[in-house]
């Protein structure tokens, strides 16, 4: 699949917080542990969602350059953004519908499914009563505010 029939399949596009969670201690693990653990996704936090198609290549473009800041409780904790997911979310969602077209035991992506393309930042430990805000720029999305309680 070229990258413009990539981007007719796309529906919609929205910032989100990925938190994720490891039973090991320091996150040492293995592949396998990660599957007998249930994986490490504990909850996925989807932003407002704005449709892709009225501005599909200008999304294109930003996807590859747009800028985040992670804040926790105002203090910039990390900095990153698109380019650190493959070059961008795009690519990531190109790579893994290539993967899926030549993996004979698992389906490939079908209508309605959400992706996930990749981290942003490095992730971070977070404890309860702390705001964690991420501020993106380069790109028409909302900014993210989570706090975690007790």
């Known amino acids: 699949m070229?990258?413009?029939?990539?981007?007719?399949?796309?529906d919609w596009i929205a910032l989100g917080?990925?938190?994720?969670?490891?039973?090991?201690p320091g996150w040492k693990f293995k592949a396998p542990d990660t599957i007998a653990a249930n994986a490490l996704h504990g909850a996925l936090l989807?932003?407002?969602?704005?449709?892709?198609?009225?501005?599909?290549?200008?999304?294109?473009?930003?996807?590859?350059?747009?800028?985040?800041?992670?804040?926790?409780?105002?203090?910039?904790?990390?900095?990153?953004?698109?380019?650190l997911v493959l070059d961008s979310p795009l690519l990531a969602l190109r790579h893994l519908v290539e993967l899926l077209a030549n993996d004979p035991e698992n389906p490939?992506?079908?209508?309605?499914?959400?992706?996930?393309?990749?981290t942003l930042t490095l992730a971070m430990?977070?404890?309860?009563?702390?705001?964690?805000?991420?501020?993106?720029?380069?790109?028409?999305?909302?900014d993210i505010v989570v706090r975690f309680e007790a």
Do not use: M
């Open 2 to 10: 070229d990258e413009a029939a990539l981007l007719d399949c796309i």
């Open 17 to 24: 917080h990925e938190i994720v969670q490891s039973i090991f």
């Open 46 to 83: 989807v932003g407002k969602r704005h449709a892709f198609a009225p501005r599909k290549e200008a999304w294109r473009r930003e996807l590859a350059s747009f800028g985040v800041e992670l804040y926790c409780d105002d203090s910039l904790s990390q900095i990153g953004g698109g380019a």
């Open 108 to 118: 490939p992506l079908s209508a309605n499914e959400i992706v996930s393309t990749g």
């Open 125 to 142: 430990p977070v404890s309860a009563g702390q705001t964690w805000t991420t501020r993106v720029h380069g790109i028409p999305l909302e």
